[in-house]
């Protein structure tokens, strides 16, 4: 797995084997018509109603008091048994399709993020890497989302947790931030992933590999038709974490993060004590 454009161009592109991309088109479908056919009262069947730290679905418009517009759903391994039970008890297809799809997806990946994960601990020296990322396989978080049509989609920012991947966009308008702090256009088209590291893994590799500031601009399509997508988040919950207690990654300037050395990266972090709660 090549991996050089990790540290020189902030991230790196990687095409899908055949049996994972079919993976992913699989799960993208089902999310799309899980959105599209069933009504909010069955959807939220789903949901926990928490708005911080919900799993499952959740709604965010001006009716849940968001500045958002859009549907999202979290998926992780951990969650799957209680969601599949939930989903049998449906009599619309549609849920069970989906939440089906979003586990072949998060077993059937494993491999391809193995891979990855080797790559980078055996490019970058970063010892015990790969078995910090796969010790938390129970915990991975699989978002997806449906954007509805709104000129508001994703504001700059960098991520929190170790790295993610882009893994589906149905249209375009996700942009990155360069060395040289000049916005440039990605694609992601539907044969390839994304991945790029998060402030979790710029403190873990001592900035060697920087936390790539991105966001989702809208298009005159988008406005229009709003926009699936689908991302995964890998965090190290027996290392450090982001100190959001005290800090907000909104609160950084433009490019700031690209300028920090590993000591003024760790004020920002705290030690893990516990890892997250299951459902």
């Given at each position: ?15 899908y084997p ?18 599209l056919d ?5 959807k939220?069947?789903f949901?926990r ?5 919900d ?15 859009k549907?999202l759903f ?16 449906i ?7 989906y939440?089906?799809a ?5 077993k059937?990946?494993e ?11 055996c490019?970058?020296?970063l010892?015990?890497?790969?078995k910090?990322?796969?010790?938390s396989?129970q ?27 882009h893994?589906?966009e ?17 694609t992601?088209?539907e ?9 979790a ?5 001592r ?5 790539l ?12 038709d709003?926009?699936f997508a689908m ?20 609160d950084?300037?433009e ?13 920002y ?11």
């Open positions: 797995m090549n991996i050089n454009t990790l540290q020189t161009l902030g991230y790196v592109t990687i095409e055949p049996a994972l991309r079919r993976l992913v088109h699989n799960a993208v479908r089902s999310w799309e018509r899980f959105c069933l009504p909010l009262e069955t939220l069947r949901s109603h928490d708005r911080v730290k799993f499952g679905y959740m709604l965010r418009d001006a009716s849940t008091g968001s500045a958002d517009n549907e979290h998926v992780r391994l951990c969650d799957l048994p209680k969601l599949l039970d939930l989903a049998r008890g009599i619309q297809p549609e849920a069970l399709h939440i089906v979003a586990n072949d997806l998060l059937g990946i491999a391809f993020i193995r891979e990855f994960v080797q790559a980078v601990e490019k970058y020296g010892v015990g890497f790969e910090l990322v796969m010790e396989q915990t991975w978080i699989f978002r997806f989302l449906h954007y509805f049509g709104s000129e508001v989609l994703a504001a700059r920012h960098v991520d929190r947790g170790g790295f993610t991947l893994l589906f149905s249209q375009g308008g996700g942009e990155y931030l360069d060395s040289n702090k000049q916005w440039r256009p990605w992601v088209d044969n390839s992933t994304i991945i790029f590291p998060g402030l893994l710029q403190q873990y590799s900035c060697l590999l920087r936390a500031e991105h966001r989702v601009v809208a298009t005159p399509s988008t406005v229009v709003g926009r991302v995964a988040f890998f965090d190290f919950p027996h290392s450090h974490r982001f100190d959001d207690t005290r800090f907000r990654t909104q950084f300037a490019g700031q993060v690209y300028d920090m050395g590993p000591r003024e990266l760790d004020r972090f705290v030690r893990r004590l516990e890892s997250a709660a299951e459902w």
